[in-house]
């Protein structure tokens, strides 16, 4: 099992800036992938933003160029820098594993949320 812990969530005013953080931790070798999603009320949730174990990134139209996601190996930690944020960056962000042993396995952490706001 994998065990997903996110940090950093919170209040911020449009146009500022926030890091989440998300610290992985238990069978981490199998991992290929780790991604951000979030979820607003009401909606489904989508993906944000990825990055495979080759260091190769994936993002949503939407935060192209406003948001950055990066690994440090030495930590067993994934961020997302996000920076000039929208209101519709609100939501609850959640940190997302996939595991390849045979068959394809995915873990969650239990989310962190952001607000935009004035």
């Known amino acids: 099992q994998v065990q997903l812990v996110e940090s950093g969530g919170g209040l911020v005013q449009p146009g500022g800036s926030l890091k989440l953080s998300c610290a992985v931790s238990?069978?981490?070798?199998?991992?290929?992938?780790m991604g951000w999603y979030r979820q607003a009320p009401g909606k489904q949730r989508e993906l944000v933003a990825s990055?495979?174990?080759?260091?190769?990134?994936n993002y949503a139209d939407s935060v192209k160029g406003r948001f950055t996601i990066s690994r440090d190996n030495a930590k067993n930690t994934v961020y997302l820098q996000m920076t000039s944020l929208k209101p519709e960056d609100t939501a609850v962000y959640y940190c997302?594993?996939?595991?390849?042993?045979?068959?394809?396995?995915?873990?969650w952490g239990q989310g962190t949320q952001v607000t935009v706001s004035s």
């Open positions: 997302n594993s996939e595991r390849l042993i045979g068959s394809y396995y995915f873990n």
């Open positions: 238990g069978s981490i070798f199998n991992i290929i992938t």
């Open positions: 990055i495979t174990s080759g260091g190769r990134t």
